[in-house]
């Protein structure tokens, strides 16, 4: 699909002029979200510029979070989402939201007993039991985060209760947290974490650590979600009332 065209009587310099033409063609529907941007080699052909300029133009676009890099698949137009940060959903309705389809692979799924770390943070005594959930987050088909969930044994009976959704499951049994603490940290993700989202090593992520807790006051789960930075904003409303 052709972007546009280069104007011969622009002075600004080449790579801008082809930022601008990808800007147009996303802003134009003309490139849509989760698109491949074609290969260096074929821009530079099309448009006639050095393969120099279609890296930097390129570039500037992936830093801007306006295209994201996926190891080993190419260039796509990123598909950024906006999350509040003050609403007590899930990822299937995040995704639900934007008119994604939320899906999950599995890392590991585990009944065990608490350790002391999780034992702090959901109140629990010592050698309580838990379930434990680790899985890759994807929004059709895109690595969006990594989750590593623990959830006080009494919110459910067992592992498989949990097809796709956590918050499903737990909606169905009545033990849906209404209440939640979080905090956000970035984090650069480490080869292991970067192979699982298809990123590189370095690639800016987001950490936020839900903690969340039952109508009765009882803690429910505490998450580590990794987030791929170039894939959020996490927005809020803020009021002095
Ligand atoms: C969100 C929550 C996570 C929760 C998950 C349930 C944040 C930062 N984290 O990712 O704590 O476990 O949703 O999603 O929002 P699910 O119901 O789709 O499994």
Redesign the pocket.
């Given at each position: 699909d052709q972007v546009g065209r280069f104007r011969a009587d622009n002075p600004s310099p080449l790579y801008l002029q082809l930022q601008q033409l990808i800007r147009e063609g996303i802003g134009g529907n003309v490139l849509n979200q989760g698109d491949a941007i074609p290969p260096e080699r074929d821009l530079a052909i099309e448009y006639d510029v050095s393969r120099i300029t279609v890296r930097k133009a390129i570039g500037g676009l992936v830093e801007e979070g306006l295209l994201t890099r996926r190891r080993g698949a190419g260039t796509f137009v990123a598909g950024r989402v906006e999350k509040s940060f003050s609403k007590l959903?899930?990822?299937?309705e995040d995704m639900a939201a934007r008119g994604r389809r939320?899906s999950s692979s599995w890392i590991s799924r585990a009944p065990g007993q608490v350790n002391p770390e999780e034992a702090m943070m959901l109140g629990l005594s010592p050698g309580a039991p838990v379930l434990r959930f680790a899985r890759i987050r994807y929004a059709d088909d895109e690595p969006m985060a990594l989750?590593f969930?623990t959830l006080a044994g009494y919110c459910l009976t067992s592992v498989d209760a949990v097809e796709e959704?956590?918050?499903?499951a737990l909606e169905k049994v009545g033990n849906r947290p209404v209440r939640a603490l979080?905090r956000l940290r970035a984090v650069p993700f480490g080869t292991e974490h970067a192979r699982m989202l298809g990123v590189d090593p370095g690639h800016a992520g987001l950490l936020?650590e839900?903690r969340?807790f039952l109508r009765d006051g009882r803690a429910a789960?505490v998450?580590r979600?990794y987030y791929r930075g170039d894939a959020y904003d996490f927005v809020a409303e803020l009021s002095d009332i």
């Open positions: 959903s899930s990822f299937t939320a989750e969930s959704s956590l918050y499903t979080q936020i839900r969340a789960e998450t979600s």
